[in-house]
C-alpha cells in the first residue's frame, strides 16, 4: 500500500514553528568575587551557554565592544577560552564584559548581556572603640575592625604591631579585650582573603589606647583589730585616686560558695564575699560597729563604686571575743608552730560542754573555711593528717549561734627549726619556757640562740631557755637559731595580767608575718591577731610590724 506524502508533511510543518522559538543558545557572564573589586585583587570571569545541549563550544570575550587578547595580566583557563583570569586587576580593567560561544557545527550564541566590572583603590579599614572614655586595668573594651566595601571577608589584628595569635575568634571583624597593663596600647587591624581569594587590604590606622590603673581602696581599722565585745570600730576604706567623688560597698568574706560571688583578690586567690546588708552605713568611707559583737568577727573588704569601681581592697581581719570566752581551742601537740606532714589535732574546749562547735580557720588563700573543707571532724575536733605551709593562718572555735573562741595563731614550717612556746598568754609572775625544735634527724648538738626582738637574749643554751618569772617587758617577738640548721620563724609571746589586776589601757594588736610559699611565688599572709595589754614601748614595735596583705 502506498503511503500519501501529506500527513508527513503537515508534521514538518507543525514542526518549525518550536524550532524558530527556542532560538539561538544565550550566552552568560558571572565574575569572581564580585562586580566590585579592589586593586590587586584577582577576577575570574566565566562564559557559560544556556540552551546549547551538548554541543562543543569555544568563546571569544570583548571589552567595552573590543576584543580582548592574552597578556602578562590576563589569562585564559584553557584552550577554550571560556574563562578568563584577570591577575592583580587594575583601575584600567574598569568596564563592560560580554562573551559569545561558537559551536562545532557552526552554531553561535547569541551575544552575552553587558556585565560591569568596576575596580577601586585598595580599601582601608579602621578601628573603632567601645568604650571610649577612660579604661583602667581590667576593663574590657570592645574592637571593632570596619570595611564598608565589600563582603566575605576575614580579619587579622595586631596589637603594638604583633600579630594576636592567641584570639580565640580572630577571623572576626569584633573582638573583647581585657586591659591587664596599665600603659599607652596600639592596636590595628587588616581584613584578608575575600571570598576565598588569597588578597590584602591595607592596615588601618592605629588606635591608641591609654590605660589607667585601677584605684586601689585600702581598709584600715580603728583603734585595733581585735577587741572586746561591746566596745566600738571603725573600719576606714581610702582610695588611692581622690579626683571621684567616691561611694562605697562594704563585704564579709565567708566561709561557702553557693549563692554567692567569686572574686580575685589582691593575691590572685578566689574568695567568696557576701554584701553586707547595712552598706549604706559605710558612707563617707567609714563603717561602724558600735557596739561590736561576737557574730561581727569575720573578714572585711571594701571597694569605691561610683560609675567606675575600684579593685576591692586588701582584706581585713576583725576579731571579737568576751571576756571569757565560752569555749577554748586546744591544740595538739600543744605548740603554735609545726613541720611540714606533721599531724595535728584542734578541738574546741567547752567549760558547758554545749555542742555544735566548729573549728574555722583563716589562712594564707585568704579565705574563711570549716574544717570540714581541709580536715576530719570529728565531733567538735578537727584532724590533719598531714600539715603544709598552707594550713599557716589563724584558728578558733565558732558555735551555731555565732559565739566565737580566742582565736589561735599556727604557722606550718618547711625549714628545719621551729619554736616551742605556749599557745595561750602567760601570766604575769609566772614561768615560761621555750624551745628549740629540730625535724629529723636531730643535730647532734643542740646549742642554739635565742633572740627577742631581734637581739640576742641567750646564746649557746642547751636549746631551752625558761623565764623563772614573766612581766610584761618579756612580751614581744621570739624566734630561735641554731648554727647548722637554720632559724624558726619569729613567734609572738604575749604576757596578760593577773586576774583582778587593771591595765593602764587596753591595747588591741594584729600581728603579721611573711612566708614564702615556693620559688615562684611570694605570699604575704596575716597570721596572728593577738590582743592583751601592752606598755607604750611595745605599741610601737607591734605596730611596725604590720604587713599588710
Not at 411 to 436: A, F, K, N, W
Request: net charge negative; proline share 5%.
Amino acid at each position: 500500500m502506498e503511503l500519501s506524502s501529506h500527513p508527513v508533511l503537515l508534521l514538518l510543518i507543525s514542526l518549525i514553528p518550536v524550532v524558530q522559538a527556542q532560538g539561538s543558545p544565550k550566552a552568560v557572564v558571572s565574575i569572581k568575587p564580585d562586580t566590585h573589586v579592589f586593586i590587586g585583587e584577582t577576577v575570574t570571569l566565566r562564559c557559560d551557554i544556556q540552551g546549547g545541549g551538548d554541543t562543543q563550544w569555544t568563546y571569544s570575550w570583548n571589552k567595552n565592544n573590543t576584543t580582548i587578547s592574552e597578556g602578562i595580566w590576563r589569562t585564559y583557563i584553557d584552550n577554550t577560552m571560556q574563562g578568563l583570569i584577570i591577575s592583580y586587576v587594575r583601575d584600567s580593567d574598569s568596564g563592560t564584559y560580554t562573551c559569545r560561544g561558537q559551536g562545532r557545527d557552526s552554531q553561535s550564541s547569541e551575544i552575552s548581556e553587558y556585565v560591569t566590572l568596576t575596580v577601586s583603590v585598595k580599601p582601608k579599614p579602621t578601628v573603632r572603640v567601645n568604650p571610649q572614655s577612660s579604661v583602667y586595668t581590667g576593663d574590657t573594651v570592645t574592637l571593632s575592625c570596619e570595611l564598608q566595601q565589600g563582603t566575605g571577608w576575614k580579619f587579622h589584628w595586631y596589637k603594638n604591631n604583633q600579630w594576636l595569635r592567641n584570639l580565640k575568634r580572630e577571623q572576626v571583624n569584633t573582638i573583647k579585650v581585657t586591659l591587664d597593663n596599665a600603659g599607652e596600647t596600639e592596636y590595628t587591624c587588616q581584613a584578608y582573603e575575600r571570598n576565598y581569594y588569597n588578597y590584602n587590604t591595607e592596615f588601618s590606622d592605629p588606635v591608641k589606647i591609654t590605660v589607667r590603673e585601677r584605684p586601689q581602696a585600702v581598709l584600715s581599722v580603728s583603734p585595733h583589730s581585735w577587741l572586746t565585745e561591746g566596745d566600738s570600730v571603725t573600719l576606714s576604706c581610702e582610695v588611692t585616686d581622690s579626683s571621684t567623688d567616691w561611694t562605697f560597698s562594704w563585704y564579709t568574706v565567708v566561709p561557702y560558695r553557693d549563692g554567692l560571688t567569686g572574686i580575685y583578690n589582691n593575691h590572685g586567690y578566689i574568695v567568696y564575699v557576701e554584701l553586707l546588708s547595712d552598706s549604706s552605713r559605710g558612707s563617707g568611707g567609714k563603717y561602724t560597729l558600735s557596739p561590736a559583737a561576737l557574730k561581727h568577727t569575720g573578714v572585711y573588704m571594701c571597694r569605691g563604686e561610683p560609675a567606675l569601681h575600684t579593685q576591692y581592697s586588701n582584706l581585713q581581719p576583725l576579731w571579737i571575743t568576751g571576756e571569757s570566752p565560752p569555749v577554748s581551742l586546744i591544740i595538739n601537740p600543744s605548740r603554735t608552730q609545726h613541720f611540714t606532714n606533721d599531724s595535728l589535732s584542734l578541738s574546741c574546749e567547752d567549760q558547758s560542754k554545749s555542742t555544735g562547735w566548729t573549728v574555722r580557720r583563716y589562712t594564707h588563700s585568704e579565705r574563711v573555711l570549716d574544717c570540714s573543707h581541709w580536715g576530719s571532724v570529728t565531733g567538735s575536733t578537727c584532724n590533719i593528717s598531714f600539715l603544709s605551709t598552707s594550713y599557716t593562718g589563724v584558728y578558733w572555735c565558732v558555735s551555731e549561734s555565732g559565739e566565737n573562741s580566742n582565736p589561735v595563731n599556727i604557722t606550718v614550717h618547711d625549714g628545719d627549726v621551729i619554736l616551742e612556746s605556749p599557745v595561750h598568754p602567760v601570766t604575769e609572775g609566772h614561768p615560761l619556757t621555750l624551745r628549740c625544735l629540730y625535724h629529723n634527724p636531730n643535730p647532734s648538738n643542740f646549742l642554739a640562740d635565742f633572740y627577742k626582738d631581734g637581739s640576742v637574749l641567750q646564746n649557746q643554751t642547751t636549746g631551752e631557755m625558761i623565764i623563772q618569772t614573766v612581766s610584761k617587758s618579756d612580751e614581744g617577738f621570739y624566734h630561735c637559731e641554731h648554727p647548722e640548721r637554720g632559724e624558726s620563724p619569729e613567734i609572738w609571746v604575749s604576757v596578760r595580767l593577773p586576774s583582778g589586776v587593771e591595765a593602764p589601757f587596753s591595747v588591741l594588736m594584729l600581728i603579721c608575718s611573711v612566708v614564702t610559699a615556693s620559688p615562684y611565688l611570694l605570699v604575704t599572709i596575716i597570721l596572728l591577731v593577738i590582743c592583751y595589754r601592752a606598755r607604750d614601748h611595745t605599741e610601737d614595735r607591734i605596730e611596725n610590724a604590720v604587713i599588710e596583705a
